[in-house]
């Protein structure tokens, strides 16, 4: 007899811009333990030098991951991986079982002043942060910008994982995770131009997970 295991699809978790798959261990771990459950590590994410990558590098790397399953995926996004899952779902219905998307980044953010200039404030914050090598200092204080649940996030993973997680977040930060923040407005642009429709992928099973970080329009987008 076919277990669950066999029969379930894979599910394929996109973190969301900077972010790293640490951050999303614990709640893998409370997930039903039959699921093949894959976490990917962009790989802008720990490069050090590089370019501002398009939406298309994103979308060619999330392929690899999800065509090596040989089965559709459901995808699993949160903010910019969100986005990300959507587009793709859009593009390759038929590689994709169904969509989660947690506070996932609507396309319309693109040509939003307001949100244009937080995310700018945002990249230039950690920027210079990281150029007086404050990251460290920072995240021992649990005072790291754009982390703000940081103390909560620490209790509920505990405290060797949270060790890992920190090790990683720095990582992180030396690496690619601010040229993925300036990267989430210009994938979002180009988002609104392809021409996959999302009607594409109409019918597909999709929950919705808000904290209303974009306000209350953002699941119209979704």
């Known amino acids: 007899m076919a277990s669950v295991r066999d029969e379930a699809p894979a599910v394929v978790v996109l973190t969301g811009a900077g972010d790293i798959p640490e951050s999303w261990m614990a709640v893998r771990d409370r997930l039903d333990p039959e699921l093949h459950i894959a976490i990917p590590q962009r790989r802008g994410l720990i490069d050090r030098d590089g370019e501002i990558r398009t939406l298309g590098d994103f979308l060619a790397e999330l392929d690899e991951s999800v065509i090596s399953w040989a089965r559709p995926v459901v995808l699993v996004g949160h903010s910019f991986g969100g986005l990300l ?90 690496g690619g995770a601010i040229r993925e923040l300036r990267a989430t407005l210009p994938a979002a642009a180009e988002a609104t131009e392809l021409d996959a429709s999302p009607s594409a992928a109409a019918g597909m099973p999709v929950a919705l997970v808000t904290s209303r970080a974009y306000g209350d329009e953002w699941g119209r987008d979704a």
């Not at 959507?86 to 969509?99: F, K, S």
């Not at 982390?147 to 990683?168: H, N, S, Y």
């Open 85 to 174: 899952a959507q587009v793709y779902a859009e593009r390759h219905p038929d590689r994709v079982a169904g969509l989660v998307l947690v506070d996932a980044t609507p396309r319309a953010v693109a040509h939003h002043k307001g949100v244009a200039i937080g995310f700018a404030i945002s990249a230039r914050i950690m920027s210079a942060i990281r150029a007086v090598g404050a990251i460290r200092p920072l995240l021992a204080l649990r005072a790291l910008p754009l982390c703000p649940e940081q103390r909560r996030f620490e209790q509920f993973i505990g405290r060797e994982r949270t060790k890992v997680w920190r090790a990683a977040v720095l990582a992180a930060c030396r």
